[in-house]
C-alpha cells in the first residue's frame, strides 16, 4: 500500500498528515508542544488514538518508543557509529526486527526483516515541508512502519531542515 506523509508547515509541534495514494486521510500524527522529549500521537482521521510515540530521554543515542493500547509494541533506535548511512533498528518484541537504512541525504531508505525488504521510503526534494512517499508491502503494520518513518525524519532532520 503507497501512502504520502507530508509534515504540516505551521504547526506548534510536530504534525503529520498521512494519505492514501486516492488521497484521502487516513491519519494523522499530533505532536505534543510543551514535552521533556518528543511526544506524539499518531491518529486515525476522527481522532482516535491508534498508537503514541514517546522520546526515552536517558540513553546514548536516540531512542523512541511506539505504544499500542499502552504497551510498548516496538523501540526504534539510530545506530550511532555508522559511516556514509544513517541506520535505525525497529526493535519488536519476538525475532521480527526491521532495520531501516538510507543515502547519505537520508533522502530514500528502506525497512528490512531478515533481509527482505518490507517498506520503501522516498522523500521529495522540492516541497516547504518534509513530504515522503511510502511503500508497504502487504501484510505488515502500517502503523508501526509509519510512525518509525516520523521518528527518523524527527531525528536525521531538526525543525529548521538541518540535518543531525
Known sequence: MRYVMRQKFWSWGDDYRIRDASENEVYLVNGKVFSWGDKLSFQDPSGHELAFIRQKLLNWGPTYDIEKDGRV????????????RCRFTVDVPGPDDLEASGDLLDREYTFRRHGRVVAEVSKRWFSWTDTYGVDIADGEDVVVILASAVIIDLVCHDHQGQQQ
Open 73 to 84: 509494541v516496538a523501540e526504534v533506535r539510530k545506530h550511532l557509529f555508522t559511516l556514509f
